[in-house]
């Protein structure tokens, strides 16, 4: 049995998600079985149901939940109708945890959209070739000898093929360009197609124009008939006879109560608007998304420019900006477009400025063509000098920058202690916050939430540590000097050791020096290989009994759910030691 302690935690960790996956999966649930329903049951479906079998209840039970899921996957990527919710004063921690996994829905929403467009599609292939093949049996006479009700309710014709539907009919051809589109949207967006052709990703993504015009048109065919008018009435016995089963009817041989009742069946499609459901569900989400889309378009018309850029060991360079009216909050991320390299392309990076700062500044590591291409634009206009920063240069071009946008680190000041893991490159966001942290304790504002952060900065080569290490030294330095150093300890793990003899000769030489021999930072020393996490939390725990402690991580997912693990069971320890401190965890995602 969980203890009131260890449920508060489980609930704060995963409920948000947990409820609100289960509220998704019972709509997804729901929809597709009460339309199955629906369509299975409804007697004004009677003939159609008898050309194409079961193929017709699991084609709408499977569109209800696209319809569901492709309004979802849309408002999961309003970037800024969910910062507006995101940065809320009155949004609670709750929301905001769940609005941080707006990627992982957009995601699994997309899986939902491969798996039910797949019914759909066999569904309706089971339907075209039932139809087609229903003109090579035998008709069905009516009782009045003058009409086929089954062949009024085909949504074919005699002189229709399978190619001839699918390609020829607004239904058919529009069903086809959704499958194309959905099968080169998610194979670009396989991880190691995104991570090394992040521009295929980005064109192919935008596919969904053509996506959503395609599923608001799908239905416009009105390709599912249905009896229109019925007329019933009760014979002698009590037994209802209504025209939607006259086929029925015939096949029992029974008396016919009323000579006309099947005379002069009329079939209709729906109209448009009755059956397509898809404008009442993706309607307003896409009108959101497009107003979302203005809004970043029109910041391309108060772009940033970028005034100096700075080289740091990595090698690493550090673009500094200014905007007019720029705001921003520590540990925030934003999307970056340079004109001279494409119009279309926007790139998300984090905000290694704090929000004190008159200025804005993104730390750029070469990862692939983009990246490469813009540090090359970068050096065509500067005017290189070196000063006590390094090798920097003046420059005078302007980047388009959309955002910012909130990440968890936005509540990393609603802890009074507070633990920061950076692994590799995730160590990024962390730099505005712990300037951030400086700006408030040199302005004399002590009372901004936190009184201790634990830092660790996790590299698996130590030539990583370089390119990062001025801006920690910065911050630690500054501290130093304002008799607050109490306020961060830095600890620093190289996770991989490969018995580097200079590295150790190095190491051995400087061990009585100030500055730690790998990373250069003051007061600090590497550890090497990785952290026992359950161990050094605990120990956190003790060193600050009684506080809420906020751990927050940017890396790998590997070692995210270990983190996870981790703090569920140094809680679980500390209330064994009667300890009221508890962890609660968080994780950036973009």
Not at 188 to 203: C, G, L, N, Q, T
Not at 381 to 388: G, L, Q, V
Not at 444 to 460: A, D, E, P, R, T
Request: glycine fraction near 6%; charged fraction near 20%; hydrophobic fraction near 40%.
């Amino acid at each position: 049995m969980y203890s009131l302690k260890q449920l508060k935690f489980k609930f704060y960790a995963h409920g948000p998600k947990t409820i609100f996956l289960l509220i998704w999966l019972g709509l997804n649930i729901f929809l597709f079985a009460y339309d199955y329903y629906q369509y299975d049951t409804a007697a004004k479906y009677t003939y159609l149901r008898k050309i194409v079998k079961q193929g017709l209840p699991f084609a709408r039970g499977s569109a209800a939940c696209l319809n569901l899921n492709c309004a979802l996957i849309v408002l999961c990527v309003c970037r800024n109708f969910l910062s507006v919710i995101h940065n809320s004063e009155y949004c609670p921690r709750v929301i905001r945890r769940l609005i941080n996994h707006n990627l992982a829905l957009h995601k699994l929403c997309a899986w939902s959209i491969v798996l039910h467009t797949i019914i759909h599609t066999l569904a309706h292939t089971f339907n075209v070739e039932f139809g087609v093949s229903f003109f090579k049996l035998e008709p069905i006479a009516a009782p009045d000898g003058t009409s086929n009700e089954l062949e009024q309710a085909n949504f074919v014709d005699k002189k229709d093929t399978v190619y001839t539907v699918l390609f020829g009919t607004v239904g058919g051809m529009t069903g086809v360009i959704i499958d194309v589109c959905l099968f080169l949207m998610v194979t670009s967006s396989i991880k190691i197609v995104r991570r090394s052709f992040f521009e295929v990703f980005w064109f192919t993504h935008h596919l969904f124009i053509v996506f959503f015009i395609c599923l608001l048109c799908h239905a416009s065919g009105q390709m599912i008939k249905s009896l229109e008018e019925p007329r019933c009435i009760v014979d002698s016995s009590g037994a209802e006879w209504c025209n939607y089963f006259c086929d029925n009817y015939i096949k029992i041989d029974a008396k016919v109560p009323d000579e006309n009742l099947c005379a002069n069946l009329k079939f209709k499609g729906p109209g448009y608007l009755n059956y397509s459901k898809s404008y009442w569900w993706v309607g307003v989400p896409l009108i959101i998304y497009a107003i979302d889309r203005i809004i970043r378009w029109t910041r391309r018309f108060n772009p940033a420019v970028v005034y100096k850029a700075i080289e740091h060991p990595g090698p690493c360079l550090e673009l500094r900006m200014r905007k007019k009216g720029w705001k921003q909050q520590a540990g925030q991320y934003v999307f970056l477009q340079c004109s001279e390299l494409s119009l279309f392309e926007w790139h998300p990076f984090t905000l290694t400025s704090a929000p004190e700062e008159n200025y804005l500044s993104v730390h750029i590591r070469k990862s692939g063509d983009w990246t490469g291409a813009l540090l090359k634009t970068v050096g065509k206009h500067s005017k290189a000098k070196t000063t006590k920063e390094g090798k920097n240069a003046e420059l005078n071009f302007h980047v388009a920058v959309d955002g910012p946008y909130g990440t968890p680190s936005d509540d990393i000041f609603k802890y009074k202690t507070t633990v920061l893991i950076g692994a590799g490159v995730g160590v990024t966001p962390y730099a505005s916050i712990l300037k951030s942290v400086w700006y408030k304790l040199k302005s004399g504002n002590y009372n901004f939430g936190v009184n201790k952060i634990y830092f660790y900065w996790l590299c698996s080569d130590a030539s990583v540590f370089g390119w990062f290490t001025s801006v920690i030294k910065e911050v630690v330095n500054e501290l130093k000097e304002l008799d607050c150093s109490n306020y961060l300890e830095v600890r620093p793990h190289l996770t991989r050791f490969n018995n580097d003899k200079d590295m150790m000769e190095n190491v051995a030489m400087n061990m009585d020096s100030e500055e730690d021999a790998i990373t250069s930072l003051p007061g600090v020393q590497t550890r090497f290989g990785r952290p026992n996490w359950f161990k050094d939390f605990v120990a956190i725990g003790q060193e600050n009994e009684g506080n809420d402690i906020g751990v927050f991580f940017c890396g790998p997912a590997i070692l995210s759910e270990s983190l996870d693990k981790a703090c569920s069971l140094a809680n679980a320890e500390l209330e064994e030691q009667n300890s009221n401190s508890m962890f609660f965890y968080n994780k950036e995602n973009f």
